[in-house]
């Protein structure tokens, strides 16, 4: 499985972005699709999941201004960002699993990563 993400950039502080992730190869396998994010020192966290049957899970931190959403047809997951702080200046990252669960994004590693996407707000 492959994930190719692509729709960071810059962006003033107030402003949106849209990140999206195309999933390829043995994307059979794939049941349910998140993003994570890592600023600089920084851990990496969960920012949202979702299954192909739609049910989501979002880090207190996004609820609100991001809304995780996927073709499931496609094996494509988009990230909307609205309102964005400096604070969410960090490396964004696709990431799939073979479960069916989003509940598994925050229990452990998912099966499957992408490279990462840069997002940098600025104030």
């Known amino acids: 499985v492959q994930l190719q993400a692509s729709g960071g950039g810059l962006v003033q502080a107030g402003g949106s972005l849209r990140l999206s992730c195309a999933a390829s190869?043995?994307?059979?396998?794939?049941?349910?699709m998140a993003w994570y994010r890592q600023a600089p020192g920084k851990r990496r966290e969960l920012v949202a999941a979702i299954t192909k049957g739609g049910d989501t899970n979002y880090a207190e931190f996004a609820k609100d201004r991001f809304t995780i959403s996927n073709d499931g047809a496609k094996n494509t997951v988009s990230l909307q960002m609205n309102s964005l702080k400096p604070e969410d200046t960090a490396v964004y990252y696709c990431?799939?699993?073979?479960?069916?669960?989003?509940?598994?994004?925050?229990?452990?590693?998912?099966?499957?990563w992408g490279q990462g996407t840069e997002v940098t707000v600025s104030s």
């Open positions: 190869g043995s994307s059979f396998r794939i049941n349910s």
């Open positions: 990431a799939a699993d073979r479960s069916d669960r989003v509940v598994v994004f925050d229990r452990r590693l998912p099966d499957y």
